[in-house]
């Protein structure tokens, strides 16, 4: 198996098809097909489905591709720390959850003091867009919320500090001087977290002895959530970390309530086989530092 043929395979998927992946990598459409045929039939089984539209990947197809690429990353990486004994600038990427970017500025400082050059990708979401991100090496490593269930194989997670949830509304809400959830049982509500049993809500009602509420939006957009909740009369759940932010403390304020609120972990996820880069693991080191400055002071 050659590398060229892994490239190919991968123009091939990203590109739809085989022409465009001639187009893409400046080679014959015949030279591309040699290529994917070869790395079919050293692997004994159909990658590609053509049809008259493009390609399609067979279920061989989409397990040898997640593979493919974790190699090419690999690779990239690989590179990339020789470039860095040759003094040139590298990169690292790295996924955050909305609510744990209130570690990234100063982490992003710590960073810089050591590897000024270095090109830095930072994406945010949550943890379902982020860890498969980390799992095909898209992502060095993720900074999110520790899910209930079971830790996927390739991943590995160590945790950097706990988040305690607080109830929050818009500043001058007509619940703001409410002192239990049985008077924001009939509210309206959003959510960041994925609907379910068990969720925050869920939770925090039952423990309670409440009914909880229905009225609840689902919504998968920090920025929306917040601008939902400063700006209407909805009532949601936010880190006090996070709600101890100026621009947030200027629009949102605590409901604090009697009840006791649950809390949740947040650490890092990285691939459980691949160590991180040289630049990889200054940018891991200087968040932990971030996050254990951040539990000091809480």
Known sequence: MRLSQIRDFVAVVESGGIRAAARKLGVSQPAITRSVRGLEGELHARLLQRTPTGVVLTQPGRAFLARARAAQAELRKAGEELDRLDQKAGSVAFGVSPTSTILVPEAINRFRQQFPQTRVHIAEGLPQLL????????????????????????????????????????????????DSLAQLAEANWVSLLPAAAGGPLDRVFSQAGLSVPQQVIQCESYNTAIGLIAKTDMLGFLSRQALGESILRDFLREIPVTEPMPSFIVGMFTRADTPLTQVAGAMAKAITATARSLARSA
């Open 131 to 178: 860890l498969p991100l980390v799992r095909d090496e898209t992502l060095d490593f993720a900074i999110c919320r520790r899910a209930v269930v079971k830790l996927d194989s390739a991943l590995a997670f160590r945790p950097l500090f706990r988040h305690d949830f607080v109830v929050v509304a818009r500043r001058g809400h007509p619940l703001e001087k409410a």
